[in-house]
């Protein structure tokens, strides 16, 4: 079992930057990926990045691609996103997720249903 808790979130204004951790606990040792994924009100929840924890290497959603950079640090067991130039569209409640499961495919990294753990959420509100 993993547990992931969330932080870092709050309001800021347009074209402002926020920072994001998720701080993983319990059986971390077999994390195999970590990643972001938010929920607009009145939307489905969507891919933002992932990272694959062995690697490091990241993969994002097209929506934010430039604008925020994933990382990870192994020793600590946390997971970061770093959100720059906001909009009022990035307004939703951002959500750590992790797995212990092998991911094979690059495209599954964006499928929620590759993560078996799941934080709370941390809200971001970006006023216009």
């Known amino acids: 079992q993993v547990q992931v808790v969330e932080s870092g979130g709050g309001m800021v204004q347009a074209g402002g930057s926020l920072t994001l951790s998720c701080a993983a606990s319990?059986?971390?040792?077999?994390?195999?990926?970590m990643g972001w994924f938010r929920q607009a009100p009145g939307k489905d929840r969507e891919f933002v990045a992932a990272?694959?924890?062995?690697?490091?290497?990241?993969y994002y959603a097209d929506s934010i691609k430039g604008r925020f950079t994933i990382s990870r640090d192994t020793a600590e067991s946390t997971l970061s996103l770093q959100m720059s130039r906001l909009s009022p569209e990035d307004t939703a409640v951002y959500y750590c997720?992790?797995?212990?499961?092998?991911?094979?495919?690059?495209?599954?990294?964006?499928?929620?249903?590759?993560?078996?753990?799941w934080g709370q959420g941390t809200q971001v509100t970006v006023s216009s």
């Open positions: 319990g059986r971390t040792s077999m994390t195999v990926a």
């Open positions: 990272v694959s924890w062995i690697s490091g290497t990241p």
């Open positions: 997720a992790a797995t212990e499961r092998p991911i094979y495919y690059a495209r599954s990294y964006s499928y929620s249903d590759s993560y078996d753990y």
